[in-house]
């Protein structure tokens, strides 16, 4: 039997013995094999067929998939993929004679082969490749290519340090451009291309590396609109120092550069093409090389014509302050030696030794050696020294930054000449800025040393910022709203601090909200020249989002991520877009590389804790596509790491409550509410989670006390849960009145309050009280862009369209309105603007509407594909999961719909799962086992149904009448315990 090999890096191809391609099989067929391959278990045909043929109908796509796998089979031997099975899978015995280079990549990684790896990695994983199938083959694709790329990035790091070390600057160079290509953000691989291509020391060489980072520079403002990090600027512009002085003194001479002799005959047309264009770009940028030179000095730095220092221009530095953690101490001495070694290479400004703590006691007889010197020690010692400048500063260390606040003083005459304030995600960021503005300003002249256009004293701002961010991780959501606008009134021009108020702000959902962030929108547009690389990135990102661009916000995440591997805010940006675009099994992947930045959960200073938000995210994505046991496994492991973190308990109530373990689930989200109990999300979980298991008296006794405490800042949610307990109970009156009085006394919760009113008037069958209040849900259209150029949040706006349209669908059609062309007309415009929306699921609720246009008409099979369609995760929107149900008991398939019935009992009384009041999901549960024939199961829930409604509207009352006599015989007089006992799992 032949063996063959599936190139899947770069783009796909399948190989024969000899290198040749195997042209047998489609595209289709070949993603197939690969997915096979890469199995890691027993796949089910049913998921095979909708993955790879989801665009068929299920009896073509079953047909498609065997004739697929027969295909298979003849070229791979009979054994190769097993027959009369009701799962696939691809042999790993010796009759199947397969290599695969993704495989074969990740073993190398494994064993630490990282010159392996390099070679094995030709590009992207599927680079180009479309299956044409279902969106979840996509989102599998993305996931290994980031998981691919991320282990031949890891693997760069060394391989290039081993060529550079053995003298292989051509070799280092081609990697360090793959390298680039994958993480075109990351400084790191462009310093090693720069570095690589500038180490023969020839004039061709140095022109060469400098036209390499005339390319970054183009790529990285065409793409991305960012400048190349200061690092590599710093780099290129020593490169370009060099190659003056070199073409100044000897003649050019063109020395092409071969990356290879030949092409690899046996790699995939992609990497042949490739290694040809890399090829020609080198012998292209030698030719053009010597008509850059001019180009070059008008590029170099003005200090660079500066003569150096006069005698009379020392300057003395000493240990600088520091705020923030013991473990950043050693910033008080390293921080001046870094200014040191910066400003002695510019020869601007002569600098004198950093003083050291230990010499000050020789220096200052009455000093305090034990800390940082004070103004008149450190001046003290200065003029001891016969220094002419004195630089004293502090550091300060939070939020992910370090801000370096300097003084200049002038020795001689005892006073501070100015003062400067600079910041970054990254120390030697920092110091590159601060000597790049100490050596463009400093003029030496007239004696005396002048500053411009520096960043005013922003200190006190800075700490206003790091207190609203401790605030925030304590859940004080006001007090930390408070710290933020006392931070901008100090500074308008903070951007950090305006761009994380915009933060707080959320979704912009009514016309408050749109001034607000316009006001925030503006400052920050208006000084983005003083935001960071990452905080350009990560509002760009964020941006993108809320504009709809959804392709961009991806990739900007993605960029973040690569540039910044280190910090964990990257990648909570990168799952929550991920998230949000139901690209689980990437956001998955995301959060195991954030569990791994820091595997105890303690290094990051307990600011941002990436392994917990890691285990949070899991446990979160695992709950939407059904997977609880993995899910509850990753909550508990968050809250072990932070036991005194309140989302990982919220959310591990959430998980327990989706199981069915309601008495503990109420534990966790008490310990949630313990944790944050001036915030209502989380110190009224415990209630919502007593109401999901049917214990409506003590989540009645519970609310009591909360409306009792007169807290304005718990009256819509308690109004909120109080109308949701009243709907369980049938009472959809006295439901609606509460929520009245609630929008009178909190109108600017009117958005997501109108939502909840609406959809009970239209249960009361009030349709016209239903539709007023949906359409007041929906703010003014805001305009595309304002004059000062901030964005508007398009998808903001479309998502608060999206919801309530489709909400105001399905009130139509409960109230028993048919009218199929309106219904028609809200899907149009529902599947129109949704698809502008940040959040996926808005993607998909058109198809909620086609699927009651298809039961109005009784195609069951259409409305059973189309409500498929639109649900979002396994619970979904709970509405749609029900009708889901009703659709397959019209087809005679009872158990289907009672699985199906199940998963909605998954979904929180929160979000999607508010609109499906658990006492109705009990009646749909009880109704359709007793279609079922399973009448004792239908006898337990008609028991909660009836308990639950013996005080309901007589509207309500009325429903029972559909159950048959046979179920709720016996049970309607049963007064029972169960609100005080555990329900079991539904």
């Known amino acids: 039997m032949p063996r063959y090999r599936l190139i899947t890096l770069g783009g796909l191809a399948l190989l024969d013995e000899d290198g040749r391609a195997v042209s047998s099989l489609g595209p289709r067929i070949l993603a197939l094999l690969t997915y096979l391959a890469l199995a890691t278990k027993p796949l089910s045909r049913d998921h095979v067929a909708e993955l790879f043929w989801g665009d068929r109908d299920e009896d073509r796509a079953r047909h498609s998939m065997r004739e697929a796998l027969s295909r298979l089979r003849q070229l791979l031997g009979p054994e190769s993929i097993p027959q009369r099975s009701n799962s696939v899978l691809l042999s790993a015995s010796a009759s199947a004679p397969l290599s695969v280079d993704a495989l074969a990549l990740v073993s190398a990684s494994m064993a630490g082969d990282t010159k392996k790896v390099a070679e094995l990695y030709t590009g992207p994983f599927l680079d180009g490749v479309h299956s044409g199938g279902a969106r979840s083959f996509e989102e599998w694709t993305d996931a290994q290519r980031s998981m691919l790329e991320s282990r031949f990035i890891a693997a760069c790091v060394p391989e290039c340090a081993r060529l550079r070390d053995s003298g292989a600057q051509i070799d280092c160079a081609e990697l360090a451009r793959r390298w680039l290509s994958a993480a075109p953000l990351d400084p790191k691989p462009a310093l090693e291309l720069l570095h690589a291509l500038a180490a023969p020391g020839t004039a061709d060489a140095l022109r060469l590396a400098t036209r390499e980072y005339q390319h970054i520079t183009e790529r990285l403002a065409s793409e991305f609109e960012l400048m190349p990090d200061s690092s590599v600027s710093a780099a290129a512009d020593e490169i370009a120092r060099r190659s003056v002085v070199l073409t100044e003194i000897a003649p050019s001479i063109i020395v092409p550069i071969s990356v290879a002799d030949s092409p690899d005959n046996g790699a995939p047309p992609s990497r042949r093409r490739t290694m040809r264009r890399r090829t020609t770009w080198f012998i292209a940028a030698s030719a053009a090389a010597a008509g850059f030179a001019a180009l070059l000095i008008l590029a170099l730095p003005k200090s660079l014509g500066r003569s150096g220092a006069s005698d009379n221009s020392s300057l003395s530095i000493m240990p600088f302050e520091v705020v923030g953690q013991t473990r950043d101490a050693w910033l008080a001495t390293e921080t001046p030696r870094l200014l040191d070694a910066a400003l002695s290479r510019e020869h601007v400004v002569s600098v004198i030794d950093v003083v050291e703590p230990a010499s000050l006691r020789d220096m200052i007889p009455d000093g305090h050696t034990s800390r940082v010197p004070s103004g008149a020690d450190a001046l003290a010692a200065a ?16 939020g992910g930054y370090y801000w370096l606040d300097a003084s200049l003083t002038d020795v001689s005459k005892g006073r501070r000449i100015r003062h400067v304030t600079i910041t970054d995600t990254a120390l030697d960021v920092v110091i590159a800025k601060t000597t790049a503005r100490l050596v463009a300003s400093l003029d030496m002249h007239d004696g005396g040393a002048q500053f411009a256009e520096l960043e005013p004293n922003a200190v006190s701002a ?25 931070a901008i009134a100090t500074d308008s021009g903070f951007v950090s601090a305006v761009m994380e108020r915009r933060y707080m702000l959320g979704a912009v959902y009514d016309t408050a909200a749109v001034d607000s962030v316009r006001a925030l929108d503006h400052a920050y547009f208006e000084h983005r020249q003083r935001a960071t690389d990452f905080e350009r990135l990560y509002v760009d990102s964020y941006v993108a989002l809320h504009t709809g661009d959804h392709a961009r916000a991806e990739a900007l995440s993605r960029a973040l991520l690569a540039r910044y591997p280190r910090d964990p805010r990257a990648y909570v940006r990168a799952m929550e877009i991920l998230s949000l675009h139901g690209h689980f099994a990437e956001e998955i992947e995301v959060a195991e590389r954030a569990i791994a930045l820091d595997s105890s959960g303690r290094a990051a200073g307990n600011e941002v804790c990436g392994v917990c938000i890691g285990y949070r995210a899991i446990s979160e994505a695992a709950s939407i596509t059904g997977d609880l046991a993995r899910a509850e496994s990753a909550a508990r492991r968050a809250t072990s790491l932070r036991p005194e973190d309140p989302e990982a308990w919220a959310q591990l109530g959430a998980v327990l409550s989706a199981r069915g373990r309601y008495d503990d689930a109420v534990t966790a989200g008490r310990r949630a509410g313990t944790l944050a109990p001036t915030d209502p999300e989380f110190a009224l979980d415990a209630i919502r989670r007593l109401i999901e298991g049917r214990r409506y008296e003590k989540a009645d006794s519970a609310l009591h006390d909360w409306q009792s405490s007169n807290d304005p800042r718990f009256t819509s949610n308690t109004a909120e849960l109080r109308a949701l307990l009243l709907r369980e109970r049938g009472a959809l009156s006295a439901a609606t009145h509460v929520l009245e009085d609630a929008l009178r006394r909190s109108p600017a919760d009117s958005n997501w309050l109108l939502l909840v009113q609406g959809d009970t008037r239209a249960s009361e069958g009030d349709l ?10 929906v703010p003014r259209e805001p305009a595309s862009r304002g004059s000062d150029g901030a964005q508007s949040f398009s998808a903001d706006w479309a998502r608060t369209f999206t919801w309530p ?3 105001l669908a399905d009130a139509l059609w409960r109230a028993g309105s048919r009218d199929t062309v309106r219904l028609a007309a809200l899907a149009d415009s ?69 699985t199906t019935l199940r998963n909605a009992y998954e979904a929180q009384l929160a979000a999607m799962g508010l609109y499906v009041p658990r006492s109705e999901l009990d009646f749909e549960m009880a109704r359709t086992f007793a279609a079922a024939g399973a009448k004792d199961s239908a006898r337990v829930y008609a028991s909660y149904v009836i308990i639950a409604w013996r005080n309901a509207d007589p509207r309500v009352r009325r429903q029972l009448a559909e159950l048959p006599a046979s179920v709720t015989r ?14 079991p799992l539904p």
Do not use: C
Request: hydrophobic content about 45%.
């Open 462 to 486: 800075y700490r206003s910022y790091l207190r609203a961010l401790q605030l925030r991780g304590q859940f004080q959501t006001l007090e930390a709203t408070a710290a933020l606008d006392e």
């Open 768 to 777: 016209a009280g239903a539709e007023r209040d949906f359409v007041a849900a």
């Open 970 to 983: 016996g049970v309607a007089e049963q007064r029972s315990d169960v609100e005080n006992k555990a329900a």
């Open 383 to 398: 003029r001891k020294l016969g220094a002419r400048w004195l630089l004293t500063g502090g550091v300060t260390v939070g």
């Open 830 to 898: 529902i599947q129109a603007i949704g698809a502008r929306s940040y959040y996926a699921r808005d993607w998909r609720l058109y198809h909620h509407v086609r699927g009651l246009i298809a039961m109005t008409a009784g195609r069951w099979p259409e409305a059973e594909t189309e409500f498929g369609k639109a649900r979002w995760g396994r619970s979904g929107w709970t509405r749609t999961v029900v009708d889901l149900a009703r659709a397959q008991l019209a087809q005679g398939r009872a158990s289907d719909a009672i």
């Open 805 to 807: 349209r489709a909400l």
